[in-house]
């Protein structure tokens, strides 16, 4: 396969840095960015190629720099493994040597049919499952295939940027997205009816003060524990409260909020305690009109 056929195709390899030439956004570019990203988060779209490289790679950032600029765990996510699922459907399709050359991008060790330990665990997970001899991961072309969609997918997620320098323009666009992204990316049940819901723990996930964060983290991790959702959906949901928090003289990070996760789903037995959130201040009014006080 010719370099221009396989940027067009793949327009993340390091070969597109070269037809990456022209940085003016006009508001149609906009406009077309914002149904692709939108066709993305719905489902992973169809086969679809730019006329050229260049249009091609120019597409893949700018929907890559909308998606990041909605500063949504849910959406980036999704779009994210819709993309990379959309991508390794092709891949799979392809001969061995386009297979060997687009999984190098991630796995620069592979080499017949195998790849280094750490180039694997870099990339993917379940290391458990495969067939591992002498430092080396063995893999057939499926589950070649399977770990470069989930290192595509953890690419595409991790923008390596600062939302400060990102266009008004593009700000803007993902602010008119936003509405939908979110419809089509947040959990359908939005844990109506559960602790999740109460108007104390909504109020807790719109972020809280500095001295307060530790405790609404495990309050929000509780709540979600009790009510059966997933860890992995729980963790999404604490990077999205430490997002929010003030960050104070001290940033609380995800990976504070994640360890509150992983404590609580470690211990499933622990309560939601009231009388410990009101100690903490991290209620108001919401209690005196709450059902679950009612109860008591």
Same mark, same amino acid.
């Given at each position: 396969?010719?370099?221009?056929?396989?940027?067009?195709?793949?327009?993340?390899?390091?070969?597109?840095?070269?037809?990456?030439?022209?940085?003016?956004?006009?508001?149609?570019?906009?406009?077309?960015?914002?149904?692709?990203?939108?066709?993305?988060?719905?489902?992973?779209?169809?086969?679809?190629?730019?006329?050229?490289?260049?249009?091609?790679?120019?597409?893949?950032?700018?929907?890559?720099?909308?998606?990041?600029?909605?500063?949504?765990?849910?959406?980036?996510?999704?779009?994210?493994?819709?993309?990379?699922?959309?991508? $390794? !459907? /092709?891949?799979? &399709?392809?001969? +061995?040597?386009?297979? #060997?050359?687009?999984?190098?991008?991630? *796995?620069? %060790?592979?080499?017949?049919?195998?790849?280094?330990?750490?180039?694997?665990?870099?990339?993917? $997970? !379940? /290391?458990?499952? &495969?067939?591992? +001899?002498?430092?080396? #991961?063995?893999?057939?072309?499926?589950? *070649?295939? %399977?770990?470069?969609?989930?290192?595509?997918?953890?690419?595409?997620?991790?923008?390596?940027? $600062? !939302?400060?320098?990102?266009?008004?323009?593009?700000?803007?666009?993902?602010?008119?997205?936003?509405?939908?992204?979110?419809?089509?990316?947040?959990?359908?049940?939005?844990?109506?009816?559960?602790?999740?819901?109460?108007?104390?723990?909504?109020?807790?996930?719109?972020?809280?003060?500095?001295?307060?964060?530790?405790?609404?983290?495990?309050?929000?991790?509780?709540?979600?524990?009790?009510?059966?959702?997933?860890?992995?959906?729980?963790?999404?949901?604490?990077?999205?409260?430490?997002?929010?928090?003030?960050?104070?003289?001290?940033?609380?990070?995800?990976?504070?909020?994640?360890?509150?996760?992983?404590?609580?789903?470690?211990?499933?037995?622990?309560?939601?305690?009231?009388?410990?959130?009101?100690?903490?201040?991290?209620?108001?009014?919401?209690?005196?009109?709450?059902?679950?006080?009612?109860?008591?």
């Amino acid at each position: 396969m010719q370099e221009q056929e396989l940027v067009t195709r793949y327009p993340f390899v390091s070969e597109s840095k070269r037809y990456l030439s022209d940085s003016t956004v006009s508001e149609n570019d906009l406009d077309d960015a914002k149904i692709r990203v939108f066709v993305a988060l719905k489902a992973p779209p169809a086969t679809r190629f730019a006329p050229t490289p260049g249009v091609a790679v120019r597409n893949y950032a700018l929907d890559r720099l909308l998606v990041f600029a909605l500063d949504d765990v849910f959406a980036s996510r999704r779009y994210a493994n819709n993309e990379a699922a959309h991508y $390794s !459907r /092709l891949l799979a &399709q392809e001969d +061995e040597a386009v297979i #060997v050359r687009v999984c190098r991008e991630f *796995l620069p %060790s592979l080499d017949k049919g195998s790849v280094s330990v750490l180039d694997y665990v870099k990339n993917a $997970s !379940r /290391l458990a499952e &495969q067939n591992v +001899e002498g430092g080396r #991961v063995f893999l057939d072309k499926g589950t *070649l295939v %399977s770990v470069f969609r989930e290192a595509l997918a953890r690419r595409i997620a991790a923008f390596p940027a $600062s !939302r400060k320098g990102i266009p008004k323009a593009v700000v803007d666009a993902a602010a008119d997205l936003k509405p939908e992204a979110e419809e089509v990316s947040r959990p359908a049940s939005q844990f109506k009816g559960s602790l999740y819901s109460l108007p104390c723990i909504r109020r807790i996930r719109k972020g809280v003060l500095e001295g307060k964060r530790y405790y609404g983290a495990m309050a929000l991790a509780i709540a979600l524990c009790r009510d059966g959702v997933p860890r992995e959906q729980a963790v999404a949901e604490l990077e999205d409260y430490a997002r929010l928090c003030a960050h104070g003289n001290n940033e609380f990070t995800a990976k504070e909020a994640k360890n509150a996760v992983d404590w609580v789903y470690r211990h499933p037995s622990i309560g939601l305690s009231c009388q410990a959130m009101r100690d903490q201040g991290l209620t108001g009014d919401e209690c005196d009109g709450c059902a679950r006080r009612r109860k008591r």
